[in-house]
């Protein structure tokens, strides 16, 4: 006997760009949008009866048009929209998720002036936005998870790592004057709604880019601990922030191995940036 | 207050290569690791104390080192190798979970014979192993999911999708031979381990090609349910398999707009084959 | 003063999917076309007239078009009634390039038979077909270049590098064993046309991997010499060969740094595939 | 008989990063150079003879030693010095090629002041060098190209396209207010070396910027053919530029399908993003 157990579908990464023009200085918006529905939709597997779910065709139709029709407000705004409409409107779906990477774009300078309808891409961090909407009325629970994503950053000092535990396949060197590189996927979970959505995004990628810089690192999961608590401090609204950040080596590059005349100083100034395998650091810090 | 609590570290995406060279008859072995440490590493976060981390970097080293000399057996063997070895060598260490994404070569035929060194990658198409290795001693859980990723699949009839819930953002028209094209992710959790790693896996990949090709779908999410029994019948060890399927839409392309002589017929042969956005379907199928 | 010099537009990575379905065993083509249009079209650049420019989505319509109507060959006469098309027909285009990438599916194969509409996808590989055509009439210029790219390749030994030169910043050992591995592009042009296509792509490649299989390598420039007059000794109608490769190296990874007991022994078994950099070797090979 | 025609060998995508480190406020250079030699190294290919071939792990350190004893200037010196070392030094190598991707980094702003040693990388926009170095003494010969890659732009308006060629498989509106968006690679050649490599690049990058937001567009093309005008306007060190853009379609969504109430206005506000295909134009445009 088997069992359908987890079970759901919806559309993925559907790209689409919001133009607001209501007057000559235009804004850009920039969403990749990706909905799940969970719900009454065992009988599409079962039986291949479809006649409870709504296509994943009619679900970007709805992403689309939520953009022009509720793009009013922040991200979070839109997302919730969203993601209610299909739990309030559609009788078979129980849960909706909506998930959302902003692009970021920077209007262009010209002649010492802003211009009114031209941008460059910025990148490649993105905002990230994630809601959960389960169930309906009174009962209804509405889950806002903010985040960045391929936040890249480095720091050219101020990071130690030394006296780690050793075994006999341990051949890697003390340090303690390192690059410390990363790219950090963060998501912070709402425990309740703030006033302004742009404004606890901003307090919450400041506290944690400042953070990286400013704290003196004797590790990265210390620096990631020390970033968690920062964003919550920053953002009282915030319940728990995870983190995950790769460890982008960067190995100084050995110039005694050359018979160059002179000699090339190791002074710590020319590193190798590799690719893979890189450490992988994951933390959640919760209020408790 | 904030609490320290999810957490892991560990080395991601070691390339290594194992080459056997018993006889002139080379084999190859081509995998991707990551391993992830879970334990008594709190320290490393909230103090900075690394004493008893164990570095990323070693158990890279490690990586290399059992590939060598826990090589000879099944990928599966491999991982379980390692992942024992963190818990049960490494005082800190409680939990260990080791990922592999093996990459296939095919040997190369020449003049009609296959030749005993040289390989050609064959992709995109990789199979997968994970191993959870939880504890010590007797009451030590070793749990190991095998799979496959980007298997790549496109039947060109015996698909249809009507009959489907509709409301006013729907436009999709139905349809009652369609292709469909998919890229799996397939991760089948064992209950217990069978005699023949290899074994088992060819059988649960057969089970879930051969359903994919032979079932006539009425929707993914039916094909899924298919392939999950199929998969769970080849294979009585597999306690649960997990599927992702990105419906990877084929438009007809409508010649009808043309106004060529003679007109060209919409005779569902030529097909817009897009990138994003893309249906996702999940399913989890249980042995009850 | 400013001129404008080379100049061409089209359209690019075009993915369409071709199914024959003529009888209930299928079969399917899956192109990437790119067109690039050459001719009497500097006023579009210079004034922003666009009264001769043909637009790029005519020029995807008419792909999707020709894989209906102009498919039943070969690909190579695909892309050559596509090329002729411009050129014959729009009078502003006097040349036009179609490139087309060829992705590979391989039959299902279920209980033992091959299925009849059911395929997996094959790659990193994929054989590549470029057209020029230059003019119209009886002095039409027609080029065909056949190729393959990302093929990857892999020999565990029959491969040498030493007695190389060396400056004040040469710090690479010299070894008479190694691994190679690389990912060939190549692009051989046609002097005059085959008979058959399909089989003139069969003989080069199969002299490709041959070569590089059987070939005791000095180095990868030696081997891609050898690579160039094979494919041209297979192929008759072939001008020139144009191969590019990088050295995908495969580091030896070292066991002596490790105290464990017994040592593992550096047996020429375990290597570290790396990413980046990587060596880059390019040669062509014309036949005089 | 054949013959070895075109060849070239080098080392590709060294990723290496310079820290200057003479103050407490630091700096940050991110370069990935590729290294290719032309010269006598026919030997290298026919005989396996490999005497006059500077190994590219060579190559490669020697484009890290340089990151310290030639990184003072601009990155073009560094490429200069690189690119003149191989065909001064080597006496086998007759033209030598430097190509370097520059990654941008921001400095992080921490309580309103940049942070002295720390950055988040900005992206995917990248500066791009490349020195072709050819002979020694009175007769070597320096080219210099700078550039930009993936500079991803976008305007919401201000561009139009129609009056186009029409043909039987055409079936494109016209339009007169659509977004225009590309990904410019731009390569611009000097003629002559200007006294300031980094004003130069500012130069021209805004000169590029700038035009591409303020031209009225009638088409890509006109667009393209005043950006390579402007560049050369704008710094008269220039001899050329090279550009390929490619046509990033945003198509409007079209509301006018839904039967939601009221009826949603195609008020050419929401499109979507599409991936594949677009639309390319190339142009140079020269110094008479």
């Known amino acids: 006997m088997y069992t359908l157990s987890a079970n759901q579908y919806g559309k993925a990464e559907i790209h689409l760009v919001r133009i607001y023009r209501d007057s000559p200085r235009h804004e850009i918006r920039d969403l990749t949008v990706t909905t799940s529905l969970r719900g009454d ?3 599409a597997y079962t039986t291949g ?22 793009g009013e407000g922040a991200v979070e705004d839109y997302a919730l929209a969203l993601g209610r409409h299909f739990v309030d409107n559609d009788e078979f779906a129980r849960e909706a998720t909506i998930e959302v990477l902003v692009d970021g774009w920077d209007r262009v300078v010209v002649g010492g002036a802003e211009h009114e309808h031209t941008w460059v891409r910025r990148g490649p961090e993105r ?35 030394h006296g780690f535990h050793k075994d006999e396949y341990t051949t890697l060197g003390e340090t303690d004057d390192r690059i410390l590189a990363t790219s950090i996927d963060a998501a ?23 953070t990286f810089a400013t704290w003196h690192s004797l590790a990265l999961q210390q620096t990631l601990w ?26 100084l590059y050995d110039f005694s191995r050359f018979t160059v005349e002179p000699p090339i100083p190791n ?16 933390a959640t810090v919760t209020r408790s």
Not at 65 to 70: G, R, S, Y
Request: charged residues 25%.
């Open 41 to 43: 939709f065992e009988d």
């Open 127 to 161: 905002r990230t936005v994630r809601v959960d909407a389960v169930g309906t009325g009174d009962d209804q629970r509405l889950e806002v998870t903010g985040g960045v994503t391929d936040l890249v950053i480095l720091k050219s000092t101020g990071s130690e790592f």
């Open 226 to 251: 020390q970033i968690g608590q920062a964003v919550l401090d920053a953002v009282p609204e915030l319940a728990e922030v995870k983190l995950a950040a790769p460890n982008k080596h960067h190995f």
């Open 188 to 210: 912070w979970r709402f425990g309740t709604f703030p006033a302004d959505w742009d404004a606890a995004f901003d307090a919450a990628r400041a506290a944690l880019v400042g």
């Open 267 to 282: 002074d710590n100034e020319v590193f190798h940036a590799d690719d893979r395998p890189y450490g992988l650091i994951e």
């Open 49 to 70: 009866d479809q006649s409870k779910v709504l296509p994943t065709d009619t679900q970007k139709n709805t992403a689309f048009a939520f953009a022009k029709t509720h």
